[in-house]
C-alpha cells in the first residue's frame, strides 16, 4: 500500500489539486476553489510527512516554523502590495496588458491549456534565471540564503523566502508574460500551478518519481538544491519544470539517496526578524562568505 502510495502521490496530488482549481474557472470562483485546492495539498502532505517520512528526522522541530510561517505572509503581502501599487499609480495599464485584450502579441484565442502550457515554460525562463542568479551571484545569495539556511524539508519551509527574493524572482517571471500580453487566467494558473509545486517539492514524503522528475521539479530533485555540496545544491533551479535545467546543464538527477544533512555553510541567525536583516547587513559589509555560493567556483 505504502509503496503504491509513493509511487501514485505526486502525480495523483497534483491532478487533484488542478481540476479542483480547472472545476473553479469553470464555475467562475477561481481564487475560492484554488485556495480550497491549497488546503487539500496541505493537509494531505501534512498526513502523508507523518505516515510515511523521506527523513524520520526531518518531522523533528528545529525551531524555525514561526520564521517559516512569518517569512512567507510577508513575502506573499509584500508581492501583493506591489501589484496593488502598481495598479494604483497606473503603472499596470502600462506594462500590464493582461487588463486589455488585443495587447501584445500572445495569442488569446488558442485553446487555454495550450496558452497555459506556454505561459509555464516562458516563465519558467525568467524563475530559471532568477534562481540561478541568486545562488551565483553573491548580493542576491545573501537573501536566498534565508530560504537554504533549514536544515530539514517539509511543507512548512516552502514559502520561507526573503521578500527581496521573492520580488526578484516575481519581477523576473511575470515581466515576460506581462509584456507579452498574456491574459489574467493565465497568470492566475501560473500562480496556482507554482504554488502546488512548490509545496509539493519541499515536502517530506518518501515518494518515487520516475520519469516525472525529467519534466517536472519534484521533491527528489529539490532535496539535491539543498545541498550543502555546492557541486550538489548549484543545480536544479528550476520552480516548476526541469525544461531550463536540461538546456543550460544544470540538470542533477544521481541515483543515489540525497543528503539529510542539508543547509548552509554559514551563519544565519535564528530570529525571523534578524534574518531580515542579515542579508542587508551581509551586502554592506560587501565581503564574501568563505563558503558561499562563489566556493562553486
Ligand atoms: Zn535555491
Ligand atoms: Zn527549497
Not at 487533484?16 to 467562475?28: H, K
Not at 501534512?46 to 512567507?72: C, L, S
Not at 527574493?165 to 493565465?186: H, Q
Amino acid at each position: 500500500m505504502r509503496y503504491l502510495l509513493s509511487w501514485t502521490a505526486w502525480p495523483a496530488l497534483f491532478t487533484i489539486c488542478m481540476l479542483i482549481t480547472g472545476y473553479g474557472f469553470v464555475t467562475d470562483q477561481p481564487v475560492l476553489f484554488f485556495n480550497l485546492a491549497y488546503l487539500f495539498l496541505a493537509v494531505s502532505l501534512y498526513i502523508f510527512e507523518r505516515m510515511m517520512p523521506h527523513e524520520a528526522v526531518w518531522n523533528e522541530d528545529d525551531g524555525q516554523t514561526f520564521a517559516n510561517i512569518a517569512h512567507t505572509l510577508l513575502s506573499k503581502g509584500t508581492v501583493q502590495t506591489l501589484v496593488v501599487f502598481s495598479t494604483a499609480i497606473g503603472l499596470a495599464t502600462l506594462v500590464t496588458p493582461a487588463a486589455e485584450a488585443g495587447h501584445g502579441i500572445w495569442p488569446r484565442d488558442w485553446p487555454m491549456p495550450v496558452q497555459v502550457v506556454m505561459g509555464v515554460v516562458l516563465a519558467e525562463f525568467g524563475l530559471y534565471w532568477a534562481h540561478r542568479l541568486a545562488h551565483e551571484w553573491l548580493p542576491l545569495w545573501h537573501f536566498h540564503a534565508v530560504h537554504h539556511s533549514v536544515t530539514r524539508l517539509w511543507i512548512i519551509n516552502t514559502g520561507r523566502f526573503h521578500f527581496i527574493d521573492s520580488i526578484f524572482s516575481i519581477l523576473l517571471s511575470m515581466t515576460i508574460l506581462v509584456s507579452l500580453g498574456a491574459p489574467m487566467e493565465v497568470l492566475v494558473w501560473l500562480s496556482a500551478i507554482t504554488a502546488f509545486i512548490g509545496m509539493l517539492t519541499h515536502c517530506n514524503v518518501e515518494m518515487h518519481f520516475g520519469p516525472i522528475s525529467w519534466v517536472f521539479n519534484t521533491p527528489g530533485l529539490h532535496r539535491w538544491h539543498h545541498s550543502r555540496d555546492i557541486s550538489e545544491g548549484n543545480k536544479n533551479y528550476g520552480e516548476n519544470l526541469m525544461l531550463w535545467d536540461q538546456l543550460f546543464g544544470t540538470y542533477f538527477n544521481p541515483p543515489r539517496r540525497p543528503p539529510v544533512n542539508i543547509g548552509i555553510n554559514e551563519y544565519m541567525p535564528p530570529r525571523f526578524g534578524q534574518q531580515l536583516a542579515h542579508p542587508f547587513r551581509q551586502l554592506l559589509k560587501g565581503k564574501p562568505h568563505k563558503n558561499g555560493p562563489e566556493a562553486a567556483e
